[in-house]
């Protein structure tokens, strides 16, 4: 029976070591993930105003070098 206490104690330590483990680990896993969900909307923000940009560009090279469309 002492033993059987004693194995039980020692088995409930090994899992709450376990638990402590894994906690730790998955909490550095969700700031992991907290940083990336802000790098990927910084990334998506650059994305879209390079878009912007590019979409304009055609105009803006006409408008700087004078080209002007002919006259119907």
Do not use: C, W, Y
């Not at 709450?16 to 910084?42: C, D, K, P, Y």
């Amino acid at each position: 029976m002492a033993l059987l206490i004693q194995n039980q104690a020692s088995f409930l330590s090994q899992m709450l070591e376990m638990n402590r483990v894994s906690s730790e680990r998955f909490a550095r896993i969700e700031e992991r993930l907290g940083r990336l969900e802000q790098n990927m909307e910084t990334i998506l923000r650059v994305l879209s105003e390079h878009a912007r940009i590019m979409q304009a560009l055609p105009e803006a090279i006409r408008d700087k070098i004078g080209f002007k469309p002919p006259k119907t």
